[in-house]
């Protein structure tokens, strides 16, 4: 029955888009193929209410589309659009702004401010608000998550003495915008100009006004900068940014960047794809053509990026002094007095040389000859992409190891990117970390960002991996954000940017692993590495496991299997989520709770009220590893530890049989204490293999095992690079791998 919903609904989806395509083309019912009329059931009507519906979702300009011979009045067309753009939290309509605050005089600030009032007065929470609207809210309003809640609970506190909601509710809001970042280089035009409101205006203000009257769309820079923000905020003019092809747009790590929800409407969805895709050496309309989207829509999103400061274009040469040979300043004298920081000036992450991360990366300008390699003329554009997926970014947010790697975080998991030009800021925070005085999961944290620091220094800037077209650089890439583009752009963006694509190890269960034959990955290449069904052709191989049952979804458990009487501690695991560890007591709840809504593992976890002991053996495997696998030394002759745990009997047989010693990534190894175990060999069970596929050229290279301590990964780092040179130093070495 899902399969069949599933079915339909992508039947709807496709039958959407071919509808779309023709409202795109501007195409007149007349002139419509009889086979979409039928789509439509040959009705008119509904092919106008369709028409006029995807106008408004997409928030079209009436003027350049097929809408207009549909809606003769064309501000009626823009009163429903601002209306229903408001009703579903969409983002203010800033490429129509011309037409909404001359003619409608609709601001950005009015807008929001309703939008507020009816969030507030239908009692939504603030998370209800989609990301990029909540944060355009905040620049606007200056009303935040912590703003958002104070306001509600003054009103909660007298509601049931007041009748008049939403007047209100009203006046607890800001009657005026805060905004405060504009631009020298952003243009302004006149916006509504009553005759009352000039009245009001001192003789400044109407000055520079009756200057944009009679010239027309300014630069903002060559007019007083608090006139500028004072008419804006008064609604008398409006802000276009300018973006062109040839420009070159670079993402910082996020600031004021709001995590709320997703709201998935079509603009939405082209701010995450850009998002994901653009980086400083592509030009916006090369950015188009990856992305197989119109260049206005990208400029409209690019704009947007600029206009929250989550985005700098880098085209935009900075605002210099006054000219020294005696000539006119070209920009009005307030933009060089003013303190603030300039929305194009260049990030500090991009600047700033971050000399305690060990290994400071130039910024790279892609027409540089720096760019071609002095031996043999080649061209260097591409770069390493380390795939990680969303628990990394949940470990660097919920460890509280800085502000400043929160704010990495954020841009990690909203963006799906880390830029190589953020890396050396990135790993000077990571630098702060430290693996001593942490407890518990804090501790566990800290690895991971000591881990992950550490692999960035190897894979970035490493002489000895030297992979065709690469500069050296290394971007980190999160699988679900470029997962979600479609196929065919996943795979033009990831061959245009990158001649190497290397994964975390493990990566999630509910994150599908980046699959590509180019470039060259080392990482899973199917999910199904990560699936129970891989845990238990593990435990057949090593002839060795937990104790586990696996109950189909659905079922109903009223008693737990006689293996599990003497288990104090078990794991319930879900599909595709995390374990979760309980007492034997609180089991059958918890199993029934989870088998509502997908399969469970059950799996003994511990027979003493005591967390087990794991220990990681790194692969690929030593020679002597490799040569015991053969000769199976007696189990009860062994106290195993992290120095001999590799010549384990289920290590050797897993070695063997699944040829460990020749991928990367590490076997866990879990100690049971069975009361009745006889021997010390039969405590120490495989838990899961994580590795790396070998690709067809059979070549190696270092990656991150997210649940290594600090000594294994040293201990992993050393034999990746000993195996290297001595597997790979004669071979291969068209590709310069040590």
């Known amino acids: 029955r899902t399969r069949s919903k599933r079915c339909a609904g992508t039947m709807l989806k496709n039958l959407e888009k071919d509808l779309e395509k023709y409202v795109q083309s501007q195409c007149e019912w007349e002139k419509l193929p009889q086979h979409t009329k039928e789509l439509v059931e040959n009705n008119p009507k509904k092919w106008r209410a369709f028409v006029v519906a995807y106008s408004m979702q997409h928030q079209l300009p009436w003027k350049t589309n097929l809408v207009r011979a549909l809606v003769p009045d064309e501000l009626a067309y823009y009163e429903q659009l601002v209306h229903q753009s408001r009703s579903s939290l969409m983002l203010y309509p800033y490429h129509l702004a011309e037409i909404l605050v001359r003619r409608l005089r609709v601001t950005a600030f009015k807008y929001y401010q309703e ?6 007065v239908s009692e939504l929470s603030y998370d209800a608000i989609p990301n990029f609207t909540a944060a355009d809210c905040l620049r606007h309003l200056g009303i935040g998550r912590n703003e958002f809640i104070d306001i509600m609970n003054k009103y909660r506190a007298k509601a049931w003495i007041l009748k008049k909601r939403k007047a209100t509710i009203k006046a607890m809001l800001p009657s005026s915008s805060v905004f405060k970042d504009i631009d020298y280089w952003w243009d302004v035009a006149v916006g509504y100009a009553p005759e009352e409101e000039l009245k009001s205006l001192s003789e400044v203000e109407r000055a520079t006004l009756e200057y944009l ?9 060559q007019l007083d900068k608090q006139t500028i923000l004072t008419l804006y905020k008064r609604g008398l003019i409006y802000i276009n940014i300018p973006v062109s092809n040839t420009d070159l747009i670079a993402v910082p790590p996020l600031e004021n960047f709001v995590m709320n929800r997703v709201l998935g409407d079509y603009f939405e969805n082209l701010l995450y794809n850009v998002f994901v895709s653009i980086n400083e050496r592509t030009t916006v309309e090369q950015l188009a053509e990856v992305l197989q989207t119109d260049v206005e829509n990208v400029k409209q999103a690019v704009s947007l990026y600029i206009r929250l400061g989550f985005a700098k274009n880098k085209s ?9 040979q005696g000539k006119t300043a070209r920009w009005h004298q307030s933009w060089y007095q003013a303190q603030t920081a300039s929305p194009s000036s260049p990030s500090p992450v991009f600047t700033r040389a971050a000399e305690s991360a060990g290994n400071p990366a130039p910024q790279v300008d892609p027409t540089s000859a720096d760019l071609i390699d002095d031996t043999d003329g080649e061209l260097k554009n591409k770069r390493i992409g380390f795939v990680f997926d969303s628990t990394l970014t949940a470990f660097l947010m919920m460890g509280n190891l800085g502000p400043g790697l929160k704010t990495h975080a954020v841009t990690m998991f909203e963006v799906g990117k880390l830029a190589d030009e953020a890396i050396d800021d990135f790993i000077s925070e990571l630098n702060k970390v430290t693996s001593t005085g942490n407890e518990g999961e804090a501790q566990s944290y800290a690895e991971h960002a000591i881990t992950l620091r550490e692999t960035m220094k190897f894979l970035r800037r490493n002489k000895a991996i030297k992979v ?20 065919t752009t996943r795979l033009r963006i990831l061959q245009k940017n990158y001649s190497l694509l290397v994964s975390m190890a493990p990566i999630a269960a509910d994150s599908p692993p980046v699959s590509t034959c180019s470039p060259l990955i080392f990482g899973p290449h199917i999910p199904e590495v990560n699936s129970l069904w891989f845990r238990f052709y593990v435990y057949k191989i090593a002839e060795a496991g937990l104790p586990s049952v696996l109950y189909p979804k659905g079922s109903i458990v009223q008693r737990l299997p006689p293996m599990f009487d003497d288990a104090q501690r078990l794991s319930v695991l879900a599909w595709q989520h995390e374990a979760a560890v309980v007492n034997r007591g609180q089991v059958l709840s918890l199993l029934n709770n989870k088998l509502r809504t997908s399969p469970v593992l059950l799996q003994v976890s511990s027979y003493t009220n005591q967390s087990p002991t794991y220990i990681d053996v790194p692969l690929p495997a030593d020679d002597d590893t490799d040569e015991a696998a053969s000769s199976q030394p007696d189990a009860a002759a062994t106290v195993w530890n992290e120095s001999n745990i590799s010549r384990h ?4 047989k897993l070695v063997s049989n699944l040829g460990l010693h020749r991928v990367c ?12 175990n006889t021997t010390d060999a039969a405590e120490w069970v495989p838990l899961q293999v994580w590795y790396l596929f070998l690709t067809v050229y059979r070549l190696f290279v270092f990656t991150l095992g997210m649940h290594l301590s600090f000594n294994l990964f040293l201990c992993f780092a050393s034999k990746i690079s000993a195996h290297l040179r001595r597997e790979f130093g004669k071979k291969h070495t068209h590709y310069g791998y040590p």
């Not at 939008?115 to 507030?120: A, F, I, Q, S, Y």
């Not at 009997?649 to 050797?652: G, T």
């Not at 990534?665 to 009745?676: L, N």
């Open 649 to 652: 009997p289920a290590v050797l």
């Open 115 to 120: 939008m507020m009032l009816e969030v507030m």
């Open 316 to 324: 935009v040469d900075a605002m210099t002094s006054e000219n020294t």
């Open 468 to 487: 065709p077209n690469v500069d050296g650089g290394l971007d980190l890439l999160r699988c679900e954000r470029i997962n979600a583009l479609d196929a």
């Open 213 to 221: 009257v009679s010239a027309g769309t300014r630069p903002a820079g």
């Open 665 to 676: 990534g590490y076997i866990r190894m879990v100690h049971v204490d069975r009361p009745d």
